[in-house]
């Protein structure tokens, strides 16, 4: 059984940081392509980040490139994205999710077939 599982949301000031941390179990992790999306009441989910099974490819939407970093750790099967200088318009679910399917570089949120519930962000002025 796949579990993808997503924390390190909270509360935080704008300029402030975050960390966020996804576990996944049940499937091939260190040959996988994973990435982070967000989505904020009444609007799409937003492909945020991904990064290639062994790091060395990434990918940062305009909206988050220079302020979030994302990183992974094959041997504990962990996803990590790290946020800061984080604004208000960041608020929002922030998703892990795992790619499914053929090999390929994607941010295309119907690329990835295992998602976890979520944890929500939220940044005050």
């Known amino acids: 059984q796949v579990q993808v599982v997503e924390s390190g949301g909270g509360l935080v000031q704008a300029g402030g940081s975050l960390r966020l941390s996804c576990t996944a179990s049940g499937l091939t992790f260190d040959g996988r392509l994973m990435g982070w999306f967000r989505q904020a009441p009444g609007k799409e989910r937003e492909g945020l980040a991904c990064?290639?099974?062994?790091?060395?490819?990434?990918y940062y939407a305009d909206s988050v490139k220079g302020r979030f970093t994302i990183s992974r750790d094959n041997a504990k099967n962990t996803l990590y994205l790290q946020m800061n200088s984080l604004k208000p318009e960041d608020t929002a679910m922030y998703y892990c999710?795992?790619?499914?399917?053929?090999?390929?570089?994607?941010?295309?949120?119907?690329?990835?077939?295992?998602w976890g519930q979520g944890t929500q962000v939220t940044v005050s002025s």
């Open positions: 990064i290639n099974w062994s790091g060395s490819r990434t």
């Open positions: 999710a795992a790619r499914t399917g053929p090999m390929g570089f994607t941010i295309n949120p119907a690329d990835f077939g295992y």
